[in-house]
């Protein structure tokens, strides 16, 4: 207890030190470089599909992770696949340093460069995956299947570990309060969907056996994927094929379609009780749901016959609530520890004055990074197959929840002749399917 102390008042020495007449404001640009974003031009822009421009907004990201997400998936949508892959390169080898970086912070308080939650670095992995497998680079892709695979059992286990140290029962009577408030967001995903683990990347790795003709191995990624989602109708026609060890059948074309927008970190603030006689508001995480109208998408032949209705494979919403929704218990306790914790450091500083900029600097710094998130991802990515007929011609639509039209657009079928089976990506913003490169 002591250690930790000496190791808190270390560090406020330090920054006035190093602070001098700097205010908290310059003190927070030498600590972290996160400015705001112009989040909204940027969606504004995507839900045009005016990628080009989108593009520089998310180069102007000051956290280096996001920048290179961000660049990476809007270069994957404008289907640049190989700058696309230069940038999800980046942001991996960026989270790979930061998770390798010894922890030699001078306080508990300070949060340095935001590099990713767990679901994010899986997110990486599939989309970097899919970048190589519609290059025809199988070999690549599959190194990233398993690089996906390797971090969902990361995750898993990360909270696991911290869930055992943390006990349920005896949470502050604020925090089961505020814990309720919450419900509204939760009721909108399915609570059913293992936050830890996301099939799109089994899909992927069968999907790649397949190409190379290894029927056991794509059964076995089959199945793992039918473990969470036991009623996808997809993955088990799929296994089907597996378990005949069907090599024979004509190729299939393989469609992925990105629908909508992903839950966006936001705050709100509250006050809350800190001791018995003092209230503080402190700023809660929260997100913001973006709900797309598109309840299913088909493919349908010249005869107007459906011939392929689509599979949600990567439910993004709700991979991103419920992680947050199991880890909410113990990040306000956190929050809430830490804010006690500021206003035992109010006092101090009425002998010590230059504590108030270090103590209004991280929670400037804390709040910027809490509001930070890969903004570009989709609210989901839903998977289709099919077997086509020489000759005929197809169309892609998307439809609402009463099976009315929203969007369609014409699938062309140039496929590259190094593989088996056909591959193609769609993007679906405000009810629209982006149409061409922009």
């Given at each position: 207890?002591k250690?930790?102390?000496?190791?808190f008042?270390?560090?406020?020495?330090?920054?006035?030190?190093i602070?001098?007449?700097?205010?908290?404001s310059n003190?927070l640009?030498?600590?972290?470089?996160?400015?705001?974003?112009?989040q909204?031009?940027q969606?504004?822009?995507?839900?045009?599909?005016?990628?080009?421009?989108?593009?520089?907004?998310?180069?102007?990201?000051?956290?280096?992770?996001?920048?290179?997400a961000?660049s990476?998936?809007i270069?994957?949508y404008?289907?640049?696949?190989?700058?696309?892959?230069?940038?999800?390169?980046?942001a991996?080898?960026?989270?790979?340093k930061e998770e390798?970086?010894?922890l030699?912070?001078?306080?508990?308080?300070?949060?340095?460069?935001y590099?990713?939650?767990?679901y994010?670095?899986?997110?990486?992995?599939?989309?970097?995956?899919?970048?190589?497998?519609l290059?025809?680079?199988?070999?690549?892709a599959?190194?990233?299947t398993?690089n996906a695979?390797?971090?969902?059992?990361?995750?898993r286990?990360k909270f696991?570990e911290?869930?055992?140290?943390?006990?349920?029962e005896k949470q502050?009577?604020?925090?089961k309060?505020?814990?309720?408030r919450?419900?509204k967001?939760?009721?909108?995903?399915?609570?059913?969907?293992n936050?830890?683990q996301?099939p799109?990347?089994?899909?992927l790795?069968a999907?790649?056996?397949?190409e190379?003709?290894?029927?056991?191995?794509?059964?076995?990624?089959?199945?793992?994927?039918?473990k969470?989602?036991?009623?996808?109708?997809l993955?088990?026609?799929?296994l089907?094929?597996?378990?005949?060890?069907d090599?024979?059948?004509?190729?299939?074309?393989?469609?992925?379609?990105?629908?909508?927008k992903?839950?966006?970190?936001?705050?709100?603030?509250?006050a809350?009780k800190?001791?018995?006689?003092?209230?503080?508001n402190?700023y809660?995480?929260?997100f913001?749901?973006y709900?797309?109208?598109?309840?299913?998408?088909?493919?349908?032949?010249?005869?107007?016959?459906?011939?392929?209705?689509?599979?949600?494979?990567a439910?993004v919403?709700?991979i991103?609530?419920?992680?947050?929704?199991?880890e909410?218990?113990?990040?306000?306790?956190?929050i809430?520890?830490?804010?006690?914790?500021?206003?035992?450091?109010?006092i101090?500083s009425e002998k010590?004055?230059f504590?108030?900029p270090?103590?209004n600097m991280?929670k400037?710094?804390?709040s910027?990074?809490?509001?930070?998130?890969?903004m570009?991802?989709p609210e989901?990515?839903?998977?289709?197959?099919f077997?086509?007929?020489?000759?005929?011609?197809?169309i892609?639509?998307?439809?609402?929840?009463?099976?009315?039209?929203?969007?369609?657009?014409t699938?062309?079928?140039?496929c590259p002749?190094?593989?088996?089976n056909?591959?193609?990506?769609?993007?679906?913003?405000e009810?629209?399917?982006?149409?061409?490169?922009?």
């Open positions: 207890m250690c930790g102390k000496i190791v008042f270390i560090s406020i020495f330090y920054y006035a030190f602070s001098g007449c700097q205010s908290a003190l640009h030498t600590t972290v470089v996160h400015t705001p974003l112009d909204n031009r969606e504004r822009l995507l839900s045009k599909c005016d990628f080009q421009r989108a593009l520089t907004i998310a180069q102007e990201n000051k956290s280096l992770f996001l920048k290179n961000e990476g998936l270069h994957f404008r289907k640049d696949f190989q700058s696309a892959g230069h940038y999800f390169q980046n991996i080898d960026i989270y790979r390798n970086k010894p030699l912070t001078f306080s508990d308080y300070l949060i340095f460069d590099a990713g939650e767990g994010d670095k899986v997110f990486l992995h599939d989309y970097n995956a899919l970048t190589y497998l290059q025809g680079d199988l070999e690549n599959r190194v990233e398993k695979d390797f971090i969902q059992y990361k995750e286990r696991y911290r869930i055992k140290a943390f006990d349920l502050n009577s604020a925090v309060l505020i814990l309720n919450y419900e967001l939760f009721f909108h995903v399915n609570s059913q969907h936050p830890y996301n799109f990347a089994f899909y790795s999907l790649l056996f397949e190379e003709g290894r029927f056991d191995d794509a059964k076995i990624d089959m199945q793992n994927a039918l969470f989602y036991t009623d996808a109708f993955l088990k026609e799929k089907k094929r597996y378990q005949k060890r090599i024979t059948t004509v190729p299939h074309v393989e469609i992925f379609v990105d629908v909508g992903s839950p966006v970190k936001t705050q709100y603030k509250e809350v800190v001791s018995s006689q003092k209230r503080q402190i809660l995480p929260s913001e749901l709900l797309s109208d598109v309840s299913k998408i088909v493919v349908k032949d010249q005869n107007n016959k459906v011939v392929a209705r689509s599979c949600v494979m439910d919403k709700a991103k609530i419920n992680a947050f929704k199991r909410l218990p113990m990040m306000l306790e956190k809430f520890y830490e804010t006690a914790r500021e206003a035992a450091g109010s101090l010590t004055p504590a108030v270090f103590y991280i400037v710094i804390y910027q990074n809490s509001a930070l998130s890969w570009t991802l989901r990515v839903e998977v289709l197959s077997v086509p007929r020489k000759g005929d011609l197809y892609l639509e998307a439809r609402d929840q009463e099976n009315r039209l929203i969007d369609s657009i699938l062309v079928l140039n002749k190094r593989l088996k056909c591959y193609k990506h769609f993007v679906i913003r009810n629209k399917f982006c149409k061409g490169r922009k």
